[in-house]
């Protein structure tokens, strides 16, 4: 299967009551596959007039109670800053997800990581951060639906998967076995008002300031418990001397390139987060006290760089390599930094 | 076992399907499998390619710089993935779309005369399925009868008729000899 269908197969088995979508490459087949088999199960596709008009369907849809999910691409994805900004501050579930092709602008449709700062940073107006899943595979594709609605109820916060155009539009085998999101109680939802409570009200429109600092300090108090959701992927490095950084296309690449510099000797490990926020900076903390250095590896001109910086607090040198426009960087383009780098440090 | 192929050529000549059938027969035998597709502009600008891995093992990299096997099916395509071909590797290419054919004279190089042949069986859309033939002969990677399986899950369900016609073009690939030039890289 394709990433894209497996993430849409997983929608489906996931449970999934609607998607709102516009089509752009290289994604298009989410909303294709999804357009073919959700109404089998009596679900909810629509292809909206454009991608402003989708994020605010999933608002509304979210706001009643359902599990929603749209996808786009870079460009497109743009378009829904606003409403996804609605969203966080509206405490709404859904499921975003971003494959990520090459930009600024209408760029090219090919793999690309340029949306690393706009996905972990709050890609929108105010101070909000979403749940960011960095799939590196097709099972993960499918795999993070699953993962994604979950923690999206659990946290009442819009979750994105971060992929991009290669993990999209790559076959892999993928194995379906996990059942559907359980049903939460969501007692906010706006689904008429019984008798014997007050009105719910679906809004991120807070116009006292005492209110709004309120909201805004609650909000941070829930990114704060969402730290514990961190994930990562370690590969060799129990005994590295020198670490690997990379996520998603870049960080299968890096394997890589961890299994042939070990084949000529440097003892090279890679740390691959699969949130992108939450980052795992305590465990880069840890291992740059282990390693000589670090180089982060990424499909833009070095922007999870600056977060690898943070974690590492100066500790020890880390560096980048990236490739632009949808370029890709080859395992061997990594193992050569990499001698360059070893070479320059031993020197 | 770990096999990184390439298949090139024009848009239209069944590359991607052949680099996905290979993906989907190795996926039936048990075999880890990764089948990474050019798309968008490079395919509209007439010249497609993609890279099937088969392996024994979880497969690190979908996209790799240098291949184990090459199926070469025009001549940008040659002249882009000739020289990344690993030394003790398999080039396999077209002879009636190549024109110059070049390679290292660590690779084992062979010209087949897949299209002509096509035409001879009547259909040349058989062309993919002959290439594909000479590879299963030359690198026992899957089995025939994986492959036929794989046919049903790739070929849309409108040419299933045809795979009678395609099964015979992959056993007229198996039983090309081939000539294997020993020329030195230009």
């Known amino acids: ?347 | 076992m770990l096999e990184e192929i390439i298949v090139a050529g024009f848009g239209g000549q069944g590359v991607l399907s052949m680099g996905m059938t290979m993906a989907y027969a190795g996926m039936h035998e048990g075999k880890e499998v990764s089948w990474m597709p050019s798309y968008g502009p490079e395919m509209r600008g007439g010249t497609a390619n993609c890279i099937t891995i088969v392996s024994d093992h979880v497969i690190s990299s979908p996209i790799v710089a240098e291949f184990d096997t090459a199926v070469l099916l025009n001549q940008p395509s040659m002249d882009k993935f000739a020289t990344r071909i690993k030394p003790g590797g398999l080039l396999l290419y077209d002879e009636s779309n190549v024109q110059h054919p070049y390679y290292n004279a660590a690779v084992e190089c062979i010209g087949i005369p897949a299209t002509a042949l096509a035409i001879e069986m009547g259909n040349a859309r058989l062309m993919n399925m002959i290439m594909l033939g000479a590879l299963l002969k030359k690198r026992q990677l899957i089995r025939l009868s994986s492959i036929m399986i794989a046919l049903k899950k790739v070929l849309p369900e409108k040419y299933h008729h045809t795979l009678l016609q395609n099964e015979s073009a992959l056993r007229v690939g198996m039983k090309i000899e081939g000539h294997a030039h020993l020329l030195h890289q230009d």
Request: charged share 20%; net charge negative; with cysteine.
């Open chain 1, 1 to 347: 299967m394709k990433g894209n269908e497996a993430l849409a197969e997983a929608a489906i088995r996931a449970g999934c009551d609607a998607y709102f979508g516009y089509p752009i490459t290289p994604q298009s087949e989410v909303l294709e596959y999804l357009a073919r088999e959700m109404p089998r199960y009596g679900r909810l596709v629509m292809q909206a007039e454009s991608e402003v008009a989708s994020i605010n369907m999933l608002y509304g849809a979210a706001g009643a109670g359902f599990r929603v999910m749209t996808s786009s691409s870079s460009p497109g994805f743009s378009l829904m800053q606003e409403g996804i900004s609605y969203m966080a501050g509206a405490e709404l579930p859904c499921l975003l997800v971003n494959v990520n092709r090459a930009g600024p602008g209408l760029g090219t449709i090919q793999p690309g990581q340029g949306d690393y700062f706009q996905a972990t940073k709050g890609g929108g107006h105010g101070d909000y951060r979403l749940l960011v899943l960095a799939p590196a595979s097709v099972q993960e594709m499918a795999d993070f639906v699953f993962l994604g609605f979950t923690l999206a109820e659990k946290y009442r916060n819009p979750v994105l998967i971060l992929s991009d155009g290669a993990i999209g539009q790559m076959m892999e085998k993928v194995v379906f076995d996990q059942a559907p999101v359980p049903d939460i109680p969501k007692p906010w939802a706006t689904v008429g008002k019984p008798a014997h409570r007050s009105r719910n009200y679906i809004t991120s429109l807070h116009i006292q300031p005492e209110q709004m600092e309120q909201h805004n300090l609650r909000l941070l108090e829930k990114y704060k418990a969402m730290q514990e959701e961190v994930r990562f992927e370690e590969i060799a490095t129990a005994d590295a001397d020198y670490l690997l950084v990379a996520y998603g296309l870049s960080g299968r690449i890096a394997h890589k390139a961890v299994d042939v510099a070990r084949h000529r000797g440097l003892r090279v490990g890679l740390l691959r987060p699969i949130t992108l926020y939450p980052f795992p900076e305590r465990r880069l903390a840890q291992l740059a006290r282990q390693v000589q250095g670090m180089l982060t590896i990424e499909l833009n001109s070095g922007q999870m760089l600056e977060d690898v910086r943070l974690a590492v607090n100066g500790r020890v040198p880390v560096r980048h390599l990236g490739r632009l426009g949808g370029m890709l960087p080859t395992p061997d383009d990594i193992v050569h930094e990499l001698e360059n780098i070893l070479e320059v440090q031993h020197a």
